[in-house]
C-alpha cells in the first residue's frame, strides 16, 4: 500500500513537472502584463511622486505648472515622449482606465493590482479637479507642443514653455469638457464604495462639465481658441460624440433619466445612430458609446428606449464585425499579414488595444445575456469574438513574426530604443547635472545604445502594415508609448489573467484525477 502511495504521488509530480514545463513554454503571463502596463502610469506622472513610487528613474517635475496664470496645475499625466499635458487624451486615458476597473474589477483585485489601477485613475483625476477651476472654466493644456519638440530632455531639466491654456464660454470646447466629464463620472463609478466623498466631488465636477459643455457648443482646437493643440490632438470628430459619451457615463454613475433621455433624444442629431466607424480612440468616441448603449438593452428600466438602444446596437454590431472581419468586403478593418488590426501606420497599436478591450466586454455581455452576434459573415458568438481578442494581446505580447513583445518590459525581447525623453536619458536620480535642449539631442537621442531607462508597461506604436518594426529612437511613429495606447489593456490583461489561471487549475484537477488513477 505505501510503495503505491509513493508511486501515485511520484507519477502526479511528474505529470506536474511535464504540464508546468508545457505552460511555460506555451502561456502568456497575463497577469505579469497587468502589474507591468499599471507601473507604466508611473512613468508619466508629472508634479511632486508620492513617497511610494516604485519608477525610481523619476523624480518631480512640472511642479511651478500654472504658476503664471495663478492657478495650481501641478500634476497629471504626460501623454506620450514629450513633456506637454494634453488634456484631451489625458482624460480619455482615465476613462479607459476607469472603464476596465468597472468592469473587471475582480479580476484586477485577483490578481493583486487593484490598488494601483486606483491610483493611476486618481492621480489623473486629482488633476481635473484643480483644472476645472470655477463651473465653466477648464485648463485644457500644459506646454507646447512646439516649442516642446525643439527640446530633448527630462522632465525633471524642463526649461520649455509651461504656457497653461483654458476653455470657457467665451472659447468653447464641448469635446475636452465632455471627455473630461466622462472621465470623472466613470472613475466616480471605481471610487463609489472605498471612497464615497471623493465619488460625490468627481460627480459634481462631471456634471458641472457636462453642463458648461452642452450649453456653449464648440471644438476645443478651433483657431482663436486652441490652435495651438491642432497639431498634436485635433478633434476631429467634432464635440457631438463626446457629449453622448459623456451622458452616457454621467447616467451610469447617477441613474438620473435626464441623461439617458439626452442620449435618446441626441442619438440622431449627434450621430450616435448614424455614424458606423471602424475605430475607437482618444478623438471618435463612437463605436465606444454604441457597445455602452447596446448593453442598457438588458436594463428593464431602458425597454422603453428599445428601439432607439437597438440602432445604438447595430452600429456597435457593425464595429465588432468590422473587426472579426466578418461584414461586406471595403467595410472590414485590414490586418497586417500576421492578423494584426492595422487602421494606420502612425501609432497603430492604439487602435488594437482599445479594439481588444471592446471585443472582450463585448463577447462577456452576449455571454451574460445568452446571446449571438449576427454579421453579413455569419453568426458569431461570444467565444470566438474573445478567441479573436485574443489574438490581439498575445500578437502585442510577442507572438508575431519578430518575436517581438510591443508591450515594454515584458517578455525576452521588447523595443530597447523607445521614443521616449525620460527613459533615453540617464536618470536624474542617477546624475543631476542639468542636462539642456540641444545637449539632449547631442548626446542622447542620437545613441544605438538601448535606453538608459526601461519604460516598462509602454505599448509602443507597434509594426507597419507588413509586421516590420523597426527599433530606432527616431522612428517615433513606431517606437513612441502613449498613456492611451496602455489604459484600455488594463482589463483585458485582467480577464485573460483570470481565464489562464482558470485552466491552469483545470488542468491541475486533470492531472489530479489522472495521478489517483
Not at 476631429?236 to 453622448?244: A, H, M, N, P, Q
Not at 507572438?399 to 525623453?421: I, K
Not at 484537477?509 to 489522472?514: C, E, F, I, S, Y
Request: glycine share 8%.
Amino acid at each position: 500500500m505505501v510503495k503505491n502511495k509513493a508511486q501515485h504521488f511520484a507519477q502526479w509530480c511528474f505529470l506536474s513537472l511535464i504540464f508546468s514545463i508545457f505552460t511555460t513554454a506555451k502561456a502568456l503571463n497575463y497577469g505579469d502584463a497587468l502589474a507591468k502596463s499599471l507601473l507604466y502610469f508611473e512613468s508619466q506622472r508629472s508634479g511632486r511622486l508620492p513617497y511610494n513610487q516604485r519608477v525610481t528613474w523619476r523624480d518631480h517635475s512640472g511642479l511651478t505648472d500654472g504658476l503664471e496664470q495663478g492657478v495650481d496645475l501641478v500634476g497629471g499625466y504626460y501623454d506620450a515622449g514629450d513633456h506637454v499635458k494634453f488634456g484631451l487624451p489625458m482624460a480619455f486615458t482615465v476613462t479607459m482606465l476607469s472603464w476596465s476597473v468597472i468592469e473587471y474589477r475582480q479580476q484586477i483585485a485577483d490578481a493583486g493590482e487593484l490598488e494601483h489601477a486606483m491610483e493611476a485613475i486618481k492621480w489623473g483625476t486629482d488633476y481635473f479637479i484643480k483644472a476645472h477651476t470655477s463651473p465653466n472654466v477648464l485648463w485644457a493644456e500644459v506646454g507646447d507642443g512646439d516649442t516642446d519638440h525643439y527640446c530633448w530632455q527630462r522632465p525633471e531639466d524642463m526649461t520649455t514653455s509651461r504656457q497653461a491654456y483654458k476653455i470657457d464660454q467665451n472659447n468653447p470646447g464641448s469635446d475636452l469638457a465632455g471627455e473630461t466629464a466622462a472621465a470623472m463620472a466613470a472613475a466616480a463609478l471605481v471610487f463609489k464604495k472605498t471612497n464615497p466623498h471623493y465619488a460625490h466631488l468627481l460627480l459634481h465636477h462631471a456634471q458641472q462639465l457636462f453642463e458648461f459643455g452642452d450649453k456653449y457648443r464648440g471644438k476645443y482646437d478651433e483657431e482663436g481658441r486652441m490652435g495651438v493643440v491642432k497639431s498634436y490632438y485635433a478633434s476631429v470628430s467634432g464635440f457631438k460624440d463626446e457629449l453622448l459619451w459623456a451622458a452616457l457615463w454621467l447616467y451610469k454613475a447617477t441613474d438620473n433619466e435626464e441623461y439617458l433621455r439626452y442620449v435618446i433624444n441626441e442619438a440622431e442629431n449627434f450621430g450616435g445612430i448614424g455614424w458606423a466607424i471602424t475605430e475607437f480612440s482618444w478623438d471618435v468616441k463612437y463605436a465606444g458609446i454604441q457597445v455602452m448603449a447596446s448593453k442598457l438593452l438588458n436594463e428593464e428600466k431602458s425597454k422603453k428606449h428599445s428601439s432607439t438602444l437597438e440602432k445604438y446596437r447595430s452600429k456597435a454590431e457593425y464595429y465588432i464585425c468590422s473587426c472579426l472581419n466578418k461584414n461586406i468586403d471595403t467595410k472590414n478593418v485590414e490586418r497586417t499579414p500576421a492578423g494584426l488590426l492595422y487602421i494606420r501606420q502612425w501609432n497603430n497599436m492604439q487602435y488594437v488595444s482599445t479594439a481588444s478591450f471592446l471585443l472582450t466586454m463585448y463577447s462577456d455581455f452576449l455571454k451574460s445575456s445568452n446571446q449571438k452576434l449576427s454579421c453579413h459573415g455569419g453568426i458569431v458568438g461570444h467565444q470566438e469574438i474573445l478567441s479573436f481578442a485574443k489574438t490581439q494581446v498575445d500578437y502585442i505580447l510577442g507572438s508575431n513574426p519578430s518575436n517581438m513583445s510591443y508591450l515594454v518590459g515584458y517578455g525576452p525581447n521588447y523595443p530597447q530604443r523607445v521614443h521616449h525623453r525620460g527613459a533615453s536619458v540617464v536618470s536624474y536620480r542617477e546624475n543631476k547635472a542639468f542636462i539642456g535642449c540641444t545637449q539632449g539631442y547631442d548626446n542622447w537621442y542620437g545613441r544605438v545604445e538601448p535606453n538608459p531607462n526601461v519604460l516598462v508597461g509602454a505599448l509602443v506604436g507597434g509594426p507597419d502594415s507588413q509586421d516590420n518594426f523597426v527599433d530606432q529612437r527616431d522612428n517615433y511613429m513606431q517606437t513612441e508609448a502613449c498613456t492611451y495606447n496602455t489604459a484600455p489593456l488594463v482589463g483585458v490583461f485582467a480577464k485573460f489573467s483570470e481565464l489562464e489561471v482558470q485552466k491552469e487549475l483545470d488542468h491541475i484537477q486533470d492531472l489530479g484525477l489522472v495521478a489517483s488513477y
